[in-house]
């Protein structure tokens, strides 16, 4: 997920508060998908 979401280390060490952005976007992601796959089927 965060090589397809362009999550890198220059982006890391360029604009960090992006970075974190995009991971807290994957990890809310991946909590919907566990959510929905898993707790509510």
Do not use: D, F, S
């Not at 397809?4 to 604009?15: C, F, H, R, S």
């Amino acid at each position: 997920m965060k090589r397809a979401q362009g999550i890198t280390e220059p982006l890391k060490v360029e604009n960090q508060l992006e970075w974190v952005q995009r991971l807290n976007n994957i990890k809310a992601c991946v909590r919907e998908i566990v959510n929905e796959e898993i707790i509510y089927t």
